[in-house]
Nanobody, 120 residues
Framework: VQLQASGGGLVQPGGSLRLSCAAS????????MGWYRQAPEKQRELVAYITNRGSTNYQDSVKGRFTISRDNAKNTMYLQMNNLKFEDTAVYYC???????????????WGQGTLVTVSS
């Protein structure tokens, strides 16, 4: 299973970006999916997650600005980020809890990260 994150870039404060995370491979099902971020010299933190039924949860600092969604038919998750702030600058990683055809159980997979830089 591979997760491919994309959509990062340089944006001015108040701007918007949309991140995507596409899962591929021998996937039987995907349970929870989430976006994490890691700023320089800080620990990785959860930004938002979404269950396979569409329930969502957000870190307080992004509530009202970020929206997480997923397209189960495409095994893809999105993060719409609006009104971006300097403090949103970080490498954003996607994570998915995946059941495959090869192994019993559910395993956690990570994407490679995509850099979001908010700067004027």
């Amino acid at each position: 299973v591979q997760l491919q994150a994309s959509g990062g870039g340089l944006v001015q404060p108040g701007g918007s970006l949309r991140l995507s995370c596409a899962a591929s491979g021998s996937i039987f099902s995907i349970n929870d999916m989430g976006w994490y971020r890691q700023a320089p010299e800080k620990q990785r933190e959860l930004v938002a997650y979404i269950t396979n039924r569409g329930s969502t949860n957000y870190q307080d600092s992004v509530k009202g600005r970020f929206t997480i969604s997923r397209d189960n038919a495409k095994n893809t998750m999105y993060l719409q980020m609006n009104n971006l702030k300097f403090e949103d600058t970080a490498v954003y990683y996607c994570n998915a809890e995946v059941a495959t055809y090869e192994l019993p159980g559910v395993y956690s997979y990570w994407g490679q990260g995509t850099l979001v830089t908010v700067s004027s």
